[in-house]
């Protein structure tokens, strides 16, 4: 544990780049210039209607202009809008079976995962009378389960739902700050609070300190400790925390078994 790796990535301006078990993801953002401006006829030098048009649209150097205001219903194949993604999930979480479920901190309700669009079964997806769906992905600590809805938001109601065991999509936020907090406060934490403390002068209290991102950890055949055996029909992860603006700390000899709620260090 007592490792620290200094990658000092610094400040970002328009990108960033994030290693994540090994793979580096780099997110650009290209800022908007302005258009080619065109030279009047006219002796005045003075501009047509159509240039000044463009001319109100064209954001300045260096910001970003607003997005368009959202609807509160896509078309098609359109990406779920906010409103559309709210109702969805509220639609899905009425009735069973997610009624007795519970999420990553043990509380009522399960652990909402992912709410994406769901492929389309009519043979327009693109036609005006296509009907929007959604599906909404849960995690149900209860029964380690993978709860999978389908809500036809244009009848609000929920079209078929699925359940598996032994499947473990990536983590949400809120289960990467629970295995964190579940790490910092363990014994076997002390190393990486230890590492913090050097790095920072500061003691590591909170998640919320730290940048964190996860990989899920499955077991093989024969792992040790055998305390691990049960991690993939458990929900389990290995954690890549990073101090802010700062560097990386090596916790990958340690997986959070976020179903048992207990930190183990892999033999």
């Not at 780099?26 to 002796?43: N, R």
């Not at 769906?133 to 109601?157: E, H, Q, S």
């Amino acid at each position: 544990m007592r490792k620290i790796v200094h990658r000092h990535l610094g400040k970002m301006v328009a990108g960033a780049a994030v290693a994540v078990a090994g793979t580096a993801v780099m997110v650009g953002i290209t800022l908007p210039g302005t258009a080619g401006a065109e030279e009047s006829g006219g002796t005045g030098g003075g501009r047509t209607a159509r240039q000044a048009a463009q001319a109100q649209d064209t954001p300045a150097v260096g910001v970003v202009q607003a997005a368009p205001a959202e609807g509160t219903r896509g078309k098609g194949l359109d990406p779920l809008t906010d409103d559309e993604t709210k109702r969805a999930e509220k639609i899905a979480l009425s009735g069973q079976p997610l009624v007795s479920a519970e999420n990553v901190r043990g509380a009522r309700g399960p652990e909402r995962l992912t709410v994406e669009l769901a492929e389309p079964d009519t043979g327009r997806p693109d036609g005006p009378t296509a009907p929007r769906r959604a599906d909404v992905t849960f995690y149900d600590y209860r029964d380690d389960a993978v709860v999978t809805r389908t809500v036809n938001l244009d009848t609000g109601k929920v079209d078929r739902t699925s359940t598996r065991h032994g499947v473990q999509p990536p983590l949400s936020i809120a289960e990467q700050t629970e295995a964190a907090r579940l790490l910092i406060a363990d014994p076997l934490g002390a190393g990486l609070r230890a590492d913090y403390k050097d790095a920072t002068g500061k003691a590591l209290t909170s998640p919320d300190q730290l940048t964190l991102t996860s990989m899920v950890f499955r077991a093989v055949p024969g792992i040790r400790p055998a305390a691990l055996a049960q991690c993939g029909e458990h929900r389990c992860t290995r954690l890549f925390p990073k101090v802010k603006n700062g560097a990386w700390i090596d916790a990958r000899d340690f997986v959070i078994d976020l179903s048992a709620r207990k930190v183990v260090r892999l033999g």
